[in-house]
């Protein structure tokens, strides 16, 4: 009996299952990687000034450039069913994120439906209380939940760091800073991320105690008053993405072209006086330049000038005389 074989199960056979978790999901990170190229930026996040272009390409087009700079073997065997698939699970990556950044950024879900931000009642429903004769799910006192709390009601962030494989892991972008612009003490910063690092030192031989009183102490000094900036912890794997609108912020401050400020009134009236009693004044000098010379040509024509030489002249040779 014939075997009829599609185009859909043979590329079943042709390319296995991606391990996208495998090696502390290193394929995800070099996804993510080629994602962060200029060429290929601009196509999912946007652009991050007006000013960059972008290349036109289509979404199928820079999937499959990923897939062939991730998967370079498999991509030989068919290069436009890996991209379908590196399409697949950015869209996977992308729909992942939205869900935990709304769960992030929104108040009141940690504790209503599921917890897990799918098919919650509405946040702005006013719960019901005592007086209604209906029982409330939780109730957590002031000091905040103990033992007897159940999970679902505990904080958000306890089920986000077992979702997000890399939260707890990761250190924050901008380090958590407490800042106070005015006050007796001046302005005081207070830095409540401690700096990270690798801790290579085997404790399993030392004393609970001693370091349980280790932890305190370097507690105790990080949450110290302190002016001096600290340098911005970096993961061991993936340094921290710098801040872009703080970048793109400086560019355009520094394109910024300074208008110089509209004279008022009085001002444009001062210049034109000065204006009118600059010209009138190089008139009048013109005017007087021109008078003397006309006098002079008088006084050549009626001999004054030759008769006042001579009497010069003469005073000259007298002085010149005595003085022999």
Sequence with gaps: MA?????????????????????????????????????????????????????????????????????LEECKIDAVGMGKRV??????????YKKHSARLCLTGKGVMGHGDGENDPDPSRVPDDSTTGTRLDFYIHAN?????????????????????VSLGTRPNVVPIVVATPLGPNRGQTVWLQPPTGNNTVDESNI???????????????????????????????????????????YEKASRTQLVPQKRSIAETMLKMAQGNMR???????????????????????????VVFDVFVQGAHFEQTKCKG
């Design 3 to 71: 075997t009829v074989t599609t185009k859909k199960s043979s590329a079943l056979r042709k390319h296995p299952d991606i391990k996208w978790g495998h090696n502390n999901h290193a394929l995800i990170w070099a996804l993510l990687t080629e994602i962060e190229k200029p060429e290929n930026r601009p196509l999912f996040f946007g652009r991050v000034n007006v000013n960059d272009n972008t290349t036109g390409d289509s979404k199928a087009k820079v999937c499959k450039r990923l897939a062939k700079a991730i998967f």
């Design 87 to 96: 399409k697949a699970k950015i869209e996977v990556l992308f729909k992942e």
């Design 144 to 164: 905040g939940p103990d033992e007897n709390t159940p999970e679902r009601a505990k904080n958000i962030w306890g089920t986000l760091f077992v979702s997000i």
């Design 207 to 249: 004393d609970p105690v001693l370091l349980q009183e280790d932890r305190d102490h370097s507690a105790a000094d990080h949450a110290q008053v302190t002016d001096i900036t600290p340098v911005v912890p970096h993961a061991p794997t993936r340094g921290p993405k710098g801040s872009s609108a703080l970048r793109t912020a």
């Design 279 to 305: 010209i009138m004044q190089n008139k009048a000098e013109k005017e007087l330049g021109l008078a003397k010379h006309n006098m002079l040509l008088e006084e050549l024509k009626l001999g004054v000038t």
